[in-house]
């Protein structure tokens, strides 16, 4: 397995971010029928990709997870979604590829609690400090700032806590050893998790009337996720 994960890795992320309904319009011929099977294969792309964790034996963990995490595509990705120019998702096409970029991460993070510390590591810090502090969002909501909400990262940002439950869920006997490990999910999350919930709790309240209504509720919704 190892030695075809990046030809594995490769392929599957060419389905995942670059196949475009335009190119399977070429052989389809109606549009509604390329969006369709583009979805399709997409999904069938990430059941790939979670089946080929499941076979990396712990020596090669490392190799394969660095593969896709610190990929350059991967990589551009998140700084993209994270500049400060791109706070607002100003098209359906960044939207599938913040999707898309969720996916990929959840799926990294709930296979394993290694994993999930992984993940965590690489980006959620960085991710949670420029969605700014519940302060700059109570006063957005008062009227007296204009700092757009970066929904991307916040997106990015519930989909790591979603995972984060999931592991929790599975590893329920070992949570003890987790949380006293020296590096552990548990042990980044709880550094960021005040921040966090004043956060969602900032956005929840903004006017739904807003000019950002539209792409706040795609991802604030998401928050509701981690109540389940």
Request: glycine fraction near 4%.
């Amino acid at each position: 397995m190892v030695r075809h994960a990046s030809a594995v890795w490769l392929k599957l992320k060419e389905v995942i971010f670059s196949l475009s309904p335009e190119q399977l319009l070429l052989t389809t011929g109606s549009p509604k029928d390329a969006e369709k099977n583009k979805n399709q294969m997409v999904s069938e792309a990430l059941n790939c990709l979670k089946t080929a964790i499941t076979y990396i034996d712990s020596p090669d963990k490392d190799l394969f997870i660095n593969l896709i995490l610190l990929d350059e595509d991967i990589v551009n990705k998140i700084h993209s979604i994270s500049s400060a120019e791109k706070s607002l998702l100003s098209s359906l096409e960044d939207l599938a590829q913040v999707h898309a970029l969720g996916s990929v991460i959840s799926i990294l993070a709930e296979s394993s609690t290694y994993f999930c510390t992984r993940v965590l590591q690489e980006h959620l810090t960085h991710l949670v400090d420029i969605l700014g502090t519940s302060t700059d969002y109570e006063s957005q909501c008062n009227g007296s700032s204009s700092a757009a909400i970066n929904y991307g990262a916040l997106y990015l940002c519930v989909q790591m806590l979603t995972s984060c439950r999931e592991v929790a869920l599975v590893s329920y006997a070992e949570c003890s050893s987790i949380k006293l490990a020296k590096e552990s999910w548990w042990l980044i999350l709880e550094k960021k998790l005040d921040q966090l919930i004043h956060l969602l709790g900032s956005f929840l309240t903004l006017d739904s009337q807003s000019e950002q209504s539209m792409f706040r509720q795609e991802y604030v919704a998401c928050a509701g996720m981690l109540m389940s």
